[in-house]
């Protein structure tokens, strides 16, 4: 099975996750194995397999990535002392899943990474 399936079911929730905010346009969850007290992952409906992906007509899918990951920020307390979000990409930014997500990173001082 392509790993990319695993996202795909999420979204139809054909398998389970804890989802913490889906609309049209974007689905959020939690991440299985999280890195920080708040990790979740926003992903598109639409299956975009990386963020090499993007061009004008769908850009309006990043937008909305980084309007509900804010938004989901917000709503679980991380605004004031601050957040993380990464895009990984292929092999060498650490794409596991090759279905493009943002992670949404908090709740802890995160250490550096660049
Ligand atoms: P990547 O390394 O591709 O940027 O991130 C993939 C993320 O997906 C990892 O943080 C990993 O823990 C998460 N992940 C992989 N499989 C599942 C799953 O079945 N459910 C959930 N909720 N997260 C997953």
């Known amino acids: 099975?392509?790993?990319y399936i695993i996202f795909k079911k999420i979204i139809n929730k054909?398998?389970?996750?804890?989802?913490?905010?889906?609309?049209?346009i974007v689905t959020a969850?939690?991440?299985?194995?999280?890195?920080?007290p708040i990790h979740i992952l926003i992903i598109p409906n639409i299956f975009i397999i990386?963020?090499?992906?993007?061009?004008?007509?769908?850009?309006?899918i990043i937008e909305h990535m980084f309007r509900i990951s804010l938004k989901i920020a917000k709503k679980e307390?991380?605004?004031?002392?601050?957040?993380?979000?990464v895009i990984n990409c292929n092999k060498n930014g650490g794409q596991e899943i090759n279905y493009?997500?943002?992670?949404?990173?908090?709740?802890?001082?995160?250490?550096?990474?660049?």
Do not use: W
Request: with cysteine.
């Open 77 to 85: 307390n991380i605004s004031q002392d601050g957040y993380r979000i």
């Open 100 to 114: 493009l997500h943002m992670h949404l990173l908090g709740g802890k001082k995160l250490g550096k990474i660049c």
């Open 14 to 24: 054909t398998i389970p996750a804890d989802i913490v905010y889906q609309d049209k």
């Open 1 to 3: 099975m392509k790993n």
């Open 50 to 60: 990386s963020i090499n992906e993007i061009n004008e007509n769908n850009s309006y």
């Open 29 to 36: 969850f939690k991440d299985i194995n999280p890195q920080a």
